[in-house]
């Protein structure tokens, strides 16, 4: 149980264009989902949490209108990079969360997508 | 501010016992984390500890005391897929998970 999805596992563009990313959960009620960044040989980087229903809270740093995120449903968040940059390239990363009991705050993570802006 | 302290490589050999240490800062605290992270995958879950003491986890364990700020990860019997990235990664009182950048571990034959 407990399986995150993601799509596209990787995705190249050109510089300007737009870029959606799906994060699913796939057996589960994902009450709030997380959306990470990671670089070559660095640390995640958290960029937003999304509750089902509501504005997703970015953390500092992060453009809300470049990185938009909608999380419609309780198995669905997508994340929209807008005018891709080749500094946008990046490992993206969902996570969700929405089991009960005492595991109800660990993440399950997708299998992540590798955008490439070139 | 929040802190995460671990070693950033170690190596070990194929059927030894490896120990990775994690010291950590954060504002209030809710349990510890590990994940394994593959290079360019995402990372999965190893273990959890919101208690002080040791989980054991077949051949992964994971010890924790509160009061040091101190966690570690004990791999027994390593195996070569065993090389990976491991991640502390401790919950603060918002539950926000507080990620380093995790030990880079290389097992040997």
């Known amino acids: 149980g407990a399986v995150v999805s993601q799509h596209p596992s990787w995705v190249i563009c050109k510089s300007g264009t737009s870029v959606k990313i799906e994060c699913r959960s796939l057996?589960?009620?994902?009450?709030?989902m997380f959306w990470y960044r990671q670089f070559p040989k660095q640390s995640l980087m958290l960029m937003a949490t999304?509750?089902?229903?509501?504005?997703?809270?970015?953390e500092q740093g992060v453009e809300k209108d470049k990185f938009l995120i909608n999380h419609a449903s309780l198995t669905l968040s997508t994340l929209t990079v807008t005018s891709a940059h080749p500094e946008d390239s990046s490992f993206y990363i969902c996570?969700?969360?929405?089991?009960?009991?005492?595991?109800?705050?660990?993440?399950?993570f997708g299998p992540g997508t590798r955008l490439t802006v070139t | 501010g929040q802190n995460i302290d671990q070693p950033t490589e170690m190596t070990a050999t194929e059927g030894a016992i490896v120990q990775i240490n994690c010291t950590y800062q954060?504002?209030?605290?809710?349990?510890l984390f590990w994940y394994q992270q593959h290079a360019g995958e995402a990372p999965t879950f190893l273990s959890y500890?919101?208690l002080d003491g040791l989980e054991e986890k077949g051949r992964f364990s994971s010890f924790l005391s509160r009061s040091k700020g101190y966690s570690y990860l004990l791999l027994k019997e390593l195996q070569m897929k065993d090389s990976a990235s491991y991640l502390c990664?401790?919950?603060?009182?918002?539950?926000?998970?507080?990620w380093g950048a995790g030990t880079k571990l290389i097992i040997k034959p």
């Open positions: 999304s509750n089902e229903g509501s504005k997703a809270t970015y």
């Open positions: 990664a401790p919950m603060d009182s918002n539950y926000q998970l507080i």
């Open positions: 500890n919101v």
């Open positions: 996570s969700a969360t929405g089991l009960a009991g005492a595991m109800s705050y660990e993440q399950y």
């Open positions: 057996d589960f009620q994902a009450t709030t």
């Open positions: 954060t504002s209030g605290f809710n349990g």
